[in-house]
């Protein structure tokens, strides 16, 4: 079977590829496509500890994509063809190798649509279910097999999907992952009722259900010379509920989700039931918007596999409630969702003192404030002389509302941006975090973090297309790896070229040895959706996160080219 | 499996070929639902501006050049609407982290876009964005006429230049 799929798409390209030459197709159908090509070649570094033996032989790596989508009226295919020979430093090992892991043949008949194949898909937030990939964290849980939107009225939106989930190259078979299932319903109320058409409230409700069945594995725990077996639920569903309601202005979200109990290698076999709730509550006016968030996860890691612990085979997703990080130092501390547990709340600003103004200048000034603080939930033993989290327990009781220790993550930043005149703008921004190293990298036992970062953004137009921009970045804390100080320039020519050289230097770390400059020069050329860069330099070890989820970027050295083009 | 793969590139090339040839009349916007930042159903396939242009730009919270370039735009994007009628639909694949902060960001920071959320990446996908910022514009019946990634200071110059030339029923430049 593993064999036919590619004969099969190759067919049916050269097929389609043959038709599209004839009259009848040309007319309507159409190929777009991308592609992507990551190349690093490493050298040895003895000052990052790097040695020929570390390298060993793979000095050169690469990771690709060519994306190609067939459309012909109500029509759609197409497949991702990909490469990792062998996968870039950082990325599972488990990718080396090619092929074609996601294709797919997609129709739409008048309110119905059928996908068969691969397909991503996201119920509401993501709580009970969400399929999705990130190439530049080499993550992809595509769902392969079938999936049918209908939209029986007017504001009622239905889909039902069935499927198993891709785990790097390893194919499908009886029992090695689970088959996922799930049904999602939406209403759009003011479009369904007549009467709310011209109402200033406007309501959406949702709910999803999900199920993953799952071949029962034997598991035994032997306590005190008797040996147990675990009695592993073979069906494990999850559902939710949401609700959005918009007025002018306002606007609230709100989504419940419920899990039935789900030992897995995640929870350490625990068997409480899990839910996650996420809220959020805005305002918004020109010039003016401010958002609140709340979040509470309870043992809500659901995944195909019982036993997997990578990054690998979720159903779900849950949402960190920080504020993505863009300067490159700010983000040394990373927040990485923790599914067994964590309550948070997170707000955010957004404010433009108008042009003309004393305080705003001629162009206007941006403030951005946002604030992030996330606790471990309550955990209490659920019986006298069990610890909290034993295996084959309950695991643990908790209060809903009660906040739990340790302390996660906290992150305060404000960001000033004003532009001084046609030729100068400045950005600047302070940021404090709190990092739990212990809990969110795993570094057992290290202290807390507390970090402190200033960076300055200047940019200057020489001309209306050529400008300079400058970063200087520090970072001070007496943790970890102490102090950094970063340095930037970056010389453009719009709209095609791009010189960076940068600098990151460790001056403050403890261990004398590691006062390293991570070094960097780049340059990138783009032509339409074509772009070619090309860098030489040092890599810090570190996080590289999107979306709460994190892959571990070890330090390197070497030269690294990128292409990437799209039509 | 090696065969395979070369097959697969000899029609990766093929098709890039061919698609330029193909090009011409250019490509209709794909049909995905998604919703307005202010919660309404919206189908990508009605993606349209009474005959005049329309600037289609990929953008995220968490994607600094993206807001640079949008905020660039905003200072001149009543001259431009003035001038050429374009209007500007700000795509947002913002996830569920954020996605419910992004009409608080973009009225915050005096936008007048419209704005889409494509919160799962269904209509990045379809419209083959690898990267952002990533801009398209659109002719007055919908079909891509020019399409560029990435941004830097003074880009948005040849962005309205190219608007222009559509609003004047002209040929453009592909890159």
């Given at each position: 079977m593993k064999k036919l799929i590619p004969v099969f798409i190759t067919g049916l390209f050269l097929f389609l590829s043959g038709t599209a030459q004839t009259q009848t197709f040309t007319d309507r159908g159409k190929v777009t496509g991308s592609f992507q090509f990551d190349g690093q070649y490493y050298m040895e570094d003895d000052k990052l500890g790097i040695t020929e033996e570390d390298l060993d032989g793979k000095l050169f790596r690469m990771n690709g994509f060519g994306n190609i989508i067939y459309t012909n009226g109500n029509f759609r295919a197409g497949f991702r063809y990909e490469a990792y020979l062998p996968p870039i430093a950082g990325y599972n090992a488990k990718y080396e190798g090619h092929g074609v892991p996601y294709f797919f043949a997609e129709y739409q008949f008048k309110n119905i649509q059928i996908t068969v194949g691969n397909f991503y898909e996201q119920f509401g937030n993501g709580l009970v279910l969400r399929s999705y990939e990130e190439w530049t964290l080499g993550y992809d849980n595509s769902i392969r097999g079938a999936r049918v939107k209908f939209q029986p009225y007017k504001g009622i939106y239905l889909k039902g999907l069935i499927g198993t989930q891709r785990y790097y190259w390893e194919p499908y078979y009886n029992g090695n992952r689970g088959i996922v299932k799930g049904f999602d319903a939406e209403f759009f109320l003011n479009d369904i009722f007549g009467g709310m058409a011209e109402s200033k409230t406007r309501i959406i409700l949702g709910g999803s259900f999900v199920s993953n069945y799952e071949r029962v594995q034997d598991k035994t725990l032997v306590r005190d010379t008797i040996t147990y077996q675990y009695n592993l639920p073979s069906n494990v569903a999850a559902y939710a509920g949401r609700m959005r309601l918009i007025y002018g202005g306002f606007q609230f979200d709100a989504e419940y989700a419920y899990k039935i109990n789900n030992p897995s290698a995640m929870n350490n076999y625990i068997y409480k039931n899990g839910e996650s709730l996420l809220a959020n509550v805005s305002y918004s006016k020109k010039g003016f918007g401010i958002s609140l968030s709340g979040k509470r996860i309870d043992n809500m890691s659901y995944k195909s596999r019982s036993t997997e612990i990578g990054?690998?085979?979720?159903?779900n997703y849950m949402p960190p409630l920080t504020n993505p990080q863009t300067y490159s130092l700010a983000a040394i501390y990373p927040y990485a969702t923790q599914p067994n547990g964590e309550i948070g709340f997170q707000a955010k600003v957004n404010y433009t003192i108008p042009k003309r103004s004393k305080l705003g200048g001629k162009y206007g000034t941006k403030i951005e404030l946002n604030y992030s603080n996330i606790f471990n939930i309550d955990k209490q033993a659920v019986a006298e002389g069990i610890p909290v989290d034993s295996t084959g327990t309950l695991g643990y009781k908790s209060d809903f509302f009660a906040i739990g220790a340790p302390k996660y993550f906290e992150t305060f930043d404000i960001i000033l941006s004003r532009k001084f005149s046609k030729k100068f703008k400045m950005i600047l921004s302070y940021v404090y975090q709190v990092y739990n190293i212990d809990v969110?990298?795993?570094?057992?036992?290290e202290p807390m973090v507390f970090a402190h970062i200033g960076i300055a953004d200047l940019t200057y137009k020489f001309t209306p297309t050529k400008a300079l921009r400058m970063e200087v970045q520090s970072l001070f804390t007496e943790q970890d790896r102490g102090d950094w100080v970063m340095g930037l320039l970056e010389f453009t020519i719009a709209p095609k070229w791009f010189f960076t050289i940068y600098d990151e230097y460790n001056y403050g770390n403890p261990d004398k040895d590691m006062q390293l400059h991570y070094y960097s020069a780049a340059m990138a050329y783009v032509q339409g959706t074509s772009r070619i860069s090309l860098s030489y330099g040092r890599q810090r070890e570190g996080l590289l996160c999107v979306g709460g989820v994190c892959r571990a970027v070890p330090a390197a050295n070497g030269f690294t080219i990128t292409l990437s083009s799209s039509f | 499996m090696k065969k395979f793969s070369m097959i697969i590139l000899a029609l990766l090339i093929g098709f890039s070929v061919y698609s330029q040839d193909d090009k011409k009349p250019g490509q209709k916007l794909p049909s995905i639902d998604l919703q307005t930042a202010s919660g309404e159903p919206f189908n990508t396939a009605n993606i349209s501006n009474d005959g005049k242009p329309i600037i289609l730009s990929f953008w995220a919270l968490w994607c600094k050049p993206c807001v640079k370039e949008l905020n660039t735009i905003a200072d001149e994007y009543y001259d431009w609407q003035e001038e050429t009628g374009v209007k500007l639909i700000a795509v947002s694949i913002d996830d569920a982290r954020s996605s419910s902060k992004v009409r608080p960001f973009a009225d915050g920071n005096d936008w007048d876009y419209e704005i889409l959320l494509d919160v799962n990446g269904d209509f990045k996908r379809a419209m083959n964005v690898n990267m952002i910022p990533h801009t398209f514009i659109l002719d007055g019946d919908g079909n891509v006429v020019w399409q560029h990634t990435s941004f830097s200071e003074g880009g948005e110059l040849q962005l309205i230049e190219n608007v222009r030339k559509v609003a004047a029923g002209e040929a453009i430049d592909k890159h």
């Open positions: 990054e690998a085979l979720d159903i969110i990298e795993g570094h057992a036992g | -």
